[in-house]
């Protein structure tokens, strides 16, 4: 069975990567469109980095609810070098100070290159979070952590919910930066996105997938097959959910957008499983049948 003692780990980590691929999809068009003395462009951007500063500042006080701060329990101690905890926990907050200083100009709003400037540091700030986190959790000295899988299934969480996000906040026109031209954008990202989340589990799944780690130890124990093949249906699902919805533009009909709302819903589930299914790996004995 899969045990949850882990959750502020899933939580924290699947936030931040989550806030880290939504910034990406919903501010990057407001470079392209260079219109910050428009004041409705300025109020939207001003509700996402609101939102995304909340759901930060929430993945960083679960975080505590670990032992005093993530990873903590997996890492080795090491008196002469920092390690890549301190640096998970460094550009963690150079992400943070990012989207709070771009958020003041918002408040302001500063126009001219600064803030432009600043959407795109703080992207890849955010990149740099995700690959320094693959990197804590690799050298971690959990054996099935220690691989280039860590870094693409963290990666495509950041991707798939950030692009599913815009879809569906776009389609309902709801504080999302919802300019007529990126529609259609988001719509294919978001299929592009499942479809690579769907090959990489298939793929590169540790235990389950099409070519499990050999070294790993593990024999395919019921709860993990189970979990693995429910991961497959759901994202199967929402690609299909994405292929019949009308893409771009807001409401056009509620069937559509109920569509997109339950594969927003399905994708969040199914990384979540995810998420801790990874994290059990860390505890062989919870596969054991």
Not at 109 to 114: A, N, Q
Not at 123 to 130: E, F, M, R, W
Not at 248 to 264: E, Q, Y
Request: glycine content about 8%; overall charge positive; some cysteine.
């Amino acid at each position: 069975m899969f045990k949850l003692k882990e959750w502020p780990l899933v939580l924290f980590s699947f936030l931040v990567q989550s806030s880290v691929g939504v910034f990406i999809f919903a501010f990057w068009p407001v470079i392209l469109e260079r219109s910050w003395q428009n004041r409705w462009l300025f109020r939207a951007a001003d509700r996402w980095g609101l939102a995304l500063l909340g759901l930060v500042g929430l993945s960083v006080l679960i975080s505590l609810f670990h032992r005093g701060h993530s990873l903590s329990i997996y890492l080795p101690v090491r008196d002469r070098q920092p390690g890549w905890l301190n640096r998970e926990i460094a550009s963690l907050g150079i992400f943070f100070l990012l989207l709070v200083a771009l958020e003041f100009l918002l408040i302001m709003r500063s126009s001219g290159p600064l803030p432009a400037a600043l959407v795109v540091l703080a992207g890849l700030s955010g990149l740099a979070v995700i690959y320094v986190m693959s990197r804590s959790h690799c050298l971690a000295g959990v054996s099935l952590w220690r691989c280039s899988r860590t870094a693409i299934f963290f990666f495509t969480t950041a991707f798939l919910i950030g692009s599913l996000t815009m879809v569906f906040f776009q389609r309902i026109g709801s504080a999302a930066l919802v300019l007529p031209w990126p529609g259609r954008f988001y719509w294919w990202a978001a299929i592009l996105w499942t479809g690579l989340a769907f090959l990489g589990l298939l793929l590169f799944d540790q235990v389950s997938g099409l070519f499990p780690l050999p070294d790993s130890g593990l024999f395919r124990a019921r709860s993990w097959r189970a979990v693995f093949a429910l991961r497959l249906l759901m994202l199967l699902a929402v690609l299909v959910f994405l292929l019949i919805s009308q893409p771009g533009g807001r409401i056009h009909n509620p069937g559509s957008t109920a569509f997109l709302a339950l594969s927003h819903i399905m994708v969040i589930i199914e990384e979540l499983l995810g998420r801790i299914a990874f994290y059990n790996l860390a505890e062989p004995a919870g596969f054991s049948s």
